[in-house]
């Protein structure tokens, strides 16, 4: 063995590093370094001889020491994006951003609403879609989801069966068919003669070429068996403009924009399309009260994760989420709204998404009506 070796393996040099010890029980790993903590004769630590780099780390990892473990637990989870595939301003911000904040409150960690609007909801979709599977980045979305498939004729853009995973359901709302406020028109019997007088001269609006809005309207213009013409805008705003205008006679729209528009506000709502009518609305009939049928379906508002997003991830979500929905603060919003709460299950949610893709894509079909 060289000597070398055996002076620092040797039992001398043993009671050598035994000695040393005694002297100085710091770790080897300190001693020879410039961390000379001294003791104040009042008994404080202080850091007066550490270089001023080593006093800055020392002070930060004291700080993150301090911290409450669900500050850590936060720190780790880190933030949660909530994409809505729609512009800013839009019908769901007075629910949806004010969920993102409680829930940002109850899980202990930011909830950023990120929009990313552009076709028909798709743009937004297509975003989720790239993101992994792991719980940080949900969707808010409504019937388009499902619509968008139904109206494809060629490749879709996604599988909601397969690439989407629901979370949970805001709640359904249906559609109402309005007039401007100054229009002659006091009833749907009203708006019928007026259309089947002159039809060509008449027409309907929609928010959105292959919405909820654009397929109620061309199936209310076969029932009258006439050709009626169709105005499509890109979204509510520019639809009411041009109502209140007086450019556009009629046109569904959400129960959140005739609540919010009735009387003096712009708009006279005469028919709802649902299976009952609505406690914003009580004088409102149906379209099934005044013998118009197949006007059942309604739309509504959901939470989604990409598919494969496991239970562990998208469990507290949900549990969260439906216990914010049933504050009477959130109540109050959805109220408002036009939403009727809900309570169905993830697999509840697919069966009923299912059922109704066979309901919209049968419409879009008999209308001739495609994504654009």
Same mark, same amino acid.
């Given at each position: 063995?060289?000597?070398?070796?055996?002076?620092?393996?040797?039992?001398?040099?043993?009671?050598?590093?035994?000695?040393?010890?005694?002297?100085?029980?710091?770790?080897?790993?300190?001693?020879?370094?410039?961390?000379?903590?001294?003791?104040?004769?009042?008994?404080?630590?202080?850091?007066?001889?550490?270089?001023?780099?080593?006093?800055?780390?020392?002070?930060?990892?004291?700080?993150?020491?301090? #911290?409450?473990?669900? &500050?850590?637990? %936060?720190? @780790?989870?880190?933030?949660?994006?909530?994409?809505?595939? +729609?512009? /800013? =301003?839009?019908?769901?911000?007075?629910?949806?951003?004010?969920?993102?904040?409680?829930?940002?409150?109850?899980?202990?960690?930011?909830?950023?609403?990120?929009?990313?609007?552009?076709?028909?909801?798709?743009?937004?979709?297509?975003?989720?879609?790239?993101?992994?599977?792991?719980?940080?980045?949900?969707?808010?979305?409504?019937?388009?989801?499902?619509?968008?498939?139904?109206?494809?004729?060629?490749?879709?853009?996604?599988?909601?069966?397969?690439?989407?995973?629901?979370?949970?359901?805001?709640?359904?709302?249906?559609?109402?068919?309005?007039?401007?406020?100054?229009?002659?028109?006091?009833? #749907?019997?009203?708006? &019928?003669?007026? %259309?089947? @007088?002159?039809?060509?001269?008449?027409?309907?609006?929609? +928010?959105? /070429? =292959?919405?909820?809005?654009?397929?109620?309207?061309?199936?209310?213009?076969?029932?009258?068996?006439?050709?009626?013409?169709?105005?499509?805008?890109?979204?509510?705003?520019?639809?009411?403009?041009?109502?209140?205008?007086?450019?556009?006679?009629?046109?569904?729209?959400?129960?959140?924009?005739?609540?919010?528009?009735?009387?003096?506000?712009?708009?006279?709502?005469?028919?709802?399309?649902?299976?009952?009518?609505?406690?914003?609305?009580?004088?409102?009939?149906?379209?099934?009260?005044?013998?118009?049928?197949?006007?059942?379906?309604?739309?509504?508002?959901?939470?989604?994760?990409?598919?494969?997003?496991?239970?562990? &991830?998208?469990?507290?979500?949900?549990?969260?989420?439906?216990?914010?929905?049933?504050?009477?603060?959130?109540?109050?919003?959805?109220?408002?709204?036009?939403?009727?709460?809900?309570?169905?299950?993830?697999?509840?949610?697919?069966?009923?998404?299912?059922?109704?893709?066979?309901?919209?894509?049968?419409?879009?079909?008999?209308?001739?009506?495609?994504?654009?």
């Amino acid at each position: 063995m060289p000597a070398q070796h055996r002076l620092r393996h040797g039992p001398a040099a043993h009671r050598n590093r035994q000695a040393a010890q005694a002297r100085d029980p710091r770790p080897l790993s300190c001693r020879g370094k410039d961390i000379r903590l001294t003791q104040q004769n009042n008994g404080d630590d202080t850091m007066d001889h550490l270089p001023m780099r080593r006093r800055i780390t020392i002070a930060a990892l004291t700080t993150l020491l301090t #911290l409450p473990a669900s &500050a850590w637990t %936060a720190q @780790a989870a880190g933030p949660t994006a909530l994409i809505v595939p +729609y512009a /800013a =301003g839009g019908a769901a911000d007075p629910v949806v951003r004010p969920l993102a904040q409680r829930l940002q409150e109850v899980l202990g960690r930011p909830v950023i609403v990120e929009n990313k609007p552009g076709a028909n909801g798709i743009i937004g979709t297509q975003y989720l879609l790239r993101q992994p599977a792991d719980g940080h980045t949900m969707m808010f979305h409504i019937t388009s989801l499902i619509q968008n498939i139904a109206l494809s004729r060629t490749e879709p853009p996604y599988d909601f069966a397969t690439d989407i995973q629901p979370l949970a359901l805001i709640g359904r709302q249906a559609v109402v068919l309005v007039v401007p406020s100054a229009s002659p028109y006091q009833s #749907l019997a009203d708006v &019928a003669r007026a %259309a089947k @007088a002159d039809p060509h001269a008449f027409s309907f609006g929609s +928010y959105g /070429a =292959g919405s909820t809005s654009h397929i109620y309207g061309e199936q209310l213009r076969a029932s009258w068996n006439i050709d009626m013409p169709h105005i499509a805008f890109k979204g509510t705003a520019p639809l009411l403009q041009d109502m209140l205008g007086g450019r556009v006679p009629m046109a569904f729209v959400s129960a959140a924009t005739a609540i919010e528009r009735q009387g003096e506000q712009g708009l006279r709502p005469i028919a709802v399309a649902h299976t009952h009518r609505l406690e914003q609305l009580p004088e409102v009939p149906t379209l099934a009260e005044l013998g118009y049928t197949g006007f059942e379906a309604t739309g509504w508002w959901g939470l989604f994760l990409r598919a494969g997003t496991p239970e562990s &991830a998208a469990g507290p979500l949900r549990t969260a989420i439906q216990s914010i929905l049933r504050e009477p603060d959130m109540r109050e919003r959805m109220r408002l709204a036009g939403l009727e709460p809900s309570s169905e299950t993830p697999q509840e949610i697919s069966a009923a998404m299912a059922r109704e893709f066979r309901h919209w894509e049968a419409l879009s079909r008999r209308f001739d009506i495609t994504l654009q």
